[in-house]
């Protein structure tokens, strides 16, 4: 039996009862035909296939790459394709090993590196087909090292929805025309550092970390391991062919708290994992949750930092002076307050930092003193919006019960 789409009434029902329930069948999903051999087969063909060359952060990442791989197989499927970011701190912690392996599984890939707009805007709007862009050294593009990249910017950010449009004008004897090119396709991306906000949000993102000594893994030879590659490729698009149409019907059940942006980006690899059946659905819901709970404490930006070290600080005071919330924001361990940008933060700063939130300074009274400060109710509803809980939601009814 194929699970059927739901409407957005129905799914937000659905939605509803399981972010109040903590049975497992309701978490993660059974599969009502039981496993698909052929899926169930493939998947973990493939997963054992890259296991032999790529030390993984963790099993999640291992996990992950593998229903990347198999989602770029059904791309006239997906609303949106998440983008695959392998980053480290550093070199030699197999982020361009990630690409290699990929380079043999998935379909029309296009291995990038330092390439020109031009090249990069023929590949995506090729009449053959999309072809699954595998780009090293992005760090480069998005980077402190970047240069005039721009185009491949726009292009790399947009290309994640089906219907996304990169433009660019161009001269066309005396007369200059604007082009509309689709930019939708897969990309694989491999860097060192943090990448901006706009393509860590859109991705499924592998921290890699330089191999250790107990970490042993077979050398990656193309031509040795192409035929096999190669092999599982064919089986893998076979697989994703026949079942294309029950794809088109189908929305996978999110684990609680994955909504919005992180659940487009897992949504195609979860409905992967459900069509194969087996221990995959529980396992890419586990995955799912532990990598979107890593990036969001990986890379909170600055506001997201302030607003949770302010929920610290103010714990169960109902006001604060601004002069007791600066000192007590320079003494968190490891936080940037007290050297922000070569100087303290101050109270200019604080009130700077809080208006995006709609958050402002006023007269609050202390033990019969006024202050210039912060009243805590002024800051629940940003806190409630955007500073996550240690269950990985966003702090709400807890929050509000204070106020009371």
Aim: proline share 7%; glycine share 6%; net charge negative.
């Amino acid at each position: 039996m194929t699970r059927q789409r739901k409407s957005p009434i129905e799914q937000e029902g659905a939605d509803s009862l399981h972010k109040n329930s903590v049975s497992p069948s309701v978490l993660y999903p059974d599969n009502p035909a039981g496993a698909d051999p052929v899926g169930l087969s493939i998947l973990n063909d493939i997963h054992n296939f890259v296991g032999r060359f790529v030390a993984y952060p963790s099993e999640h990442a291992h996990v992950a790459h593998a229903l990347w791989l198999a989602h770029t197989h059904n791309m006239d499927v997906w609303d949106s394709s998440p983008r695959l970011a392998a980053i480290s701190p550093e070199p030699e912690c197999g982020k361009s090993r990630v690409l290699e392996i990929s380079e043999v599984l998935v379909p029309r890939p296009v291995e990038a590196v330092n390439v020109t707009p031009a090249y990069l805007f023929r590949k995506v709007g090729d009449e053959e087909g999309r072809p699954t862009i595998l780009y090293d050294e992005i760090d480069t593009v998005f980077g402190p090292k970047a240069r005039d990249n721009e185009e491949i910017r726009g292009l790399l950010n947009a290309g994640h929805r089906r219907h996304g449009k990169a433009g660019r004008c161009v001269v066309r004897g005396n007369t200059i025309v604007t082009e509309e090119i689709s930019a939708y396709c897969a990309v694989a991306m491999a860097g060192i550092g943090d990448l901006p906000d706009t393509i860590m949000s859109r991705s499924i993102v592998l921290r890699m970390r330089r191999r250790a000594p107990s970490e042993i893994v077979h050398p990656w030879r193309r031509r040795m391991y192409y035929d096999e590659g190669n092999e599982l490729r064919e089986r893998l698009s076979a697989w994703a062919s026949s079942i294309e149409a029950e794809l088109m019907d189908y929305w996978p059940v999110m684990p609680p708290g994955i909504e919005d942006r992180a659940a487009d980006v897992w949504e195609a690899l979860l409905a992967m994992a459900d069509k194969a059946g087996g221990e995959w659905p529980e396992c890419a819901r586990a995955a799912c949750v532990a990598l979107v709970a890593e990036s969001r404490e990986s890379t909170p930006s600055l506001g997201l930092r302030l607003l949770k070290d302010l929920k610290g600080v103010f714990g169960a005071n109902k006001h604060m002076s601004t002069t007791d919330i600066l000192n007590a924001l320079y003494d968190i361990d490891e936080a940037p307050w007290d050297l922000l940008k070569g100087r303290p933060l101050d109270a200019r700063g604080l009130a700077v930092r809080l208006r995006p939130y709609n958050v402002r300074p006023k007269d609050v009274r202390i033990e019969g003193k006024k202050f210039k400060g912060y009243s805590a109710v002024d800051l629940w509803d940003s806190w409630e919006r955007y500073v996550p809980t240690s269950s990985g939601k966003c702090a709400t009814s807890a929050t509000s019960a204070e106020s009371q």
